[in-house]
């Protein structure tokens, strides 16, 4: 076998050159010299680029015979990709992101390293499936781990606060997200949301023929007469001179943008409107995004992966019209991105009713300090309570909450798991509550 010594983030693949040798690699590449005068060594600048590079001939460019698509944003990502799946045909289509990469056992990954996205691309392939929908993570984008795939569409959602503890910043988390966009070939397409304020910047670096949709721009696909509702929406798309009113079981403005990417990324690929407006009918949320729950008291729960700023804010406003009130339970987790816990705490103590501060995934950190982090944000006045265990917060939003409240539980959605420590301790929102019999 060839082994390829990339320096991670915890240890360096240099290190093991020799116990690799030893253990039949009949090649090695890497970024320096080592020690290995048994067997060639392959220099080369970037380990993680070679990679893929390497992964994408071994699996003989799998993406080349499949219609791909790659989705990248702060938010809507997950539910973007299983709605195109849906308008493209689910039994057609392949999705690799942060769900059906736990169906997978790839646990806290959105976008896998480049040999297993080349290895799914070639099972896909083999099984006779047509589409390839992945979600194109920045850090999957700058650790060049979709390089080598033969994307036919790109989509870009939104940019927002969020993993600035890999990117440093807001210029650097936009800069990995161009890199799906300035990679493009000619004739792939670059689906663009005109409505966020990158999206000029977005549209100068693609190089592919370039499609928007929007709400409140003018672009190639808009969503115009949008009636909202307490677990649906309904808008007009418009494109053209055509108009086709449709009804989704997905709440909230976000979810309009996200079927309008959907629907403009599946149209551009051949999916007559008529078709797409039906389909789009039968469209259910993601597990984890959204999910409707109620209480033994008759108190409506929703369980979601809101964890950026943005998106917990986007859950609450919608949240918000609905109910007498809105109890918010939430954390943020450890080792990243520590500037937006008290903006978050800010967040939801400026529109939830009652903030519960708990913990989601702690890692390395004592959850402690987290929970005080973000509640350093929450205004004061703001009524709010700090409860560690995270099952006991719950329980606590329970028996706060009245038959006409809304208990949105953010943060970690569809995860089977929370992280303490180096250990994936098994746990899920959703299941709790009911094997407490909690609710239902």
Request: charged share 20%; glycine share 8%.
């Amino acid at each position: 076998y060839l082994f390829v010594a990339i320096k991670g983030f915890v240890a360096d693949g240099q290190r093991f050159i020799a116990d690799a040798v030893a253990r039949g690699a009949a090649a090695v590449v890497a970024c320096e010299d080592a020690p290995c005068s048994s067997v060639p060594l392959l220099r080369v600048h970037d380990a993680r680029s070679a990679l893929a590079t390497l992964s994408a001939a071994f699996f003989s460019h799998p993406s080349r015979d499949l219609f791909t698509v790659g989705v990248t944003g702060t938010n809507g990502k997950t539910t973007v990709c299983h709605l195109i799946a849906h308008l493209l045909g689910d039994d057609e289509s392949v999705i690799v992101g942060t769900v059906s990469n736990e169906a997978r056992g790839l646990h806290a990954v959105t976008t896998p390293e480049s040999p297993i996205v080349q290895r799914i691309a070639s099972d896909a392939r083999a099984a006779g499936k047509k589409n390839l929908i992945l979600e194109a993570s920045s850090a999957g984008l700058a650790l060049h781990r979709v390089d080598n795939i033969d994307f036919d569409t790109a989509v870009f959602t939104n940019l927002t606060h969020d993993h600035y503890d890999f990117h440093s910043d807001r210029g650097g988390y936009l800069r990995a997200k161009l890199l799906l966009f300035r990679n493009l070939k000619p004739e792939a397409r670059a689906i663009i949301n005109a409505d966020d304020p990158v999206a000029e910047q977005v549209i100068a670096a693609a190089r592919g023929m370039v499609t928007t949709y929007a709400i409140a721009n003018k672009a190639t696909y808009r969503a115009t007469d949008i009636e909202h509702s307490l677990e649906s929406t309904r808008f007009t798309i418009a494109h053209g001179k055509e108009r086709f009113s449709v009804s989704i079981a997905l709440p909230g403005e976000h979810n309009v943008y996200n079927a309008l990417a959907a629907t403009a990324a599946s149209a551009e690929a051949g999916i007559p409107l008529p078709v797409i407006a039906s389909r789009l009918a039968t469209a259910r949320s993601v597990p984890g995004r959204y999910q409707f729950m109620r209480s033994a008291s008759g108190a409506r729960i929703v369980v979601d992966f809101a964890h950026s700023p943005d998106s917990l804010e986007k859950m609450l406003t919608s949240l918000r019209p609905y109910y007498e009130r809105v109890i918010c339970v939430f954390g943020c987790g450890g080792e990243s991105d520590r500037d937006k816990r008290p903006i978050m705490g800010r967040i939801s103590g400026s529109l939830a009713d009652i903030t519960i501060v708990t913990t989601d995934n702690p890692k390395g950190e004592d959850p402690r300090e987290i929970i005080d982090a973000i509640a350093a944000g929450i205004p004061a006045g703001s009524v709010h309570e700090r409860i560690v265990d995270r099952q006991r917060a719950i329980k606590r939003a329970i028996v706060l909450a009245g038959p006409s409240d809304v208990i949105l539980i953010a943060g970690k959605g569809h995860e089977p798991y929370q992280i303490v420590g180096h250990e994936f301790v098994p746990y899920n929102d959703a299941e709790f509550l009911r094997q407490a019999g909690l609710a239902e």
